[in-house]
């Protein structure tokens, strides 16, 4: 929408079509929305380029999330696994067993072992 003095603003728009008193009537609220929409292009933006930062870089880049109970879950890893590892993201992240299963078994309680205290510190 442009404004009176030329400056354009984002509104969000609803309206419905009711009848009153036998008549057809068309009821609407428009909010103006444009810095939201400003900062969710601005985000947009933002995260485009940490991507492109985290799939450029030759390193493996894992976000993980703990529960309570001892269990993990892979939210996010970068491209960068497929040259550490020679296993691609989705790959890792179809089968959270997999990363596991590539530990050394002489390494594997120190290295899959998830202290809890260390997790909140």
């Not at 929409?37 to 380029?49: C, F, G, M, Y």
């Amino acid at each position: 929408m442009r404004q009176k003095s030329g400056r354009l603003l984002t509104i969000l728009f609803s309206a419905e079509s009711i009848e009153l008193q036998g008549q057809l009537c068309l009821i609407g609220i428009a909010k103006e929305i444009t810095d939201r929409k400003q900062l969710e292009l601005a985000l947009q933006r933002s995260e485009a380029k940490l991507n492109h930062v985290l799939n450029s870089a030759i390193a493996a880049v894992t976000s993980i999330r703990v529960f309570p109970d001892g269990n993990w879950q892979y939210e996010y890893r970068s491209e960068g696994c497929e040259a550490v590892f020679g296993y691609t993201a989705q790959e890792l992240m179809a089968d959270p067993a997999l990363w596991q299963s590539r530990v050394f078994p002489d390494d594997a309680a120190q290295v899959l072992e998830l202290n809890s205290e260390k997790l909140h510190d």
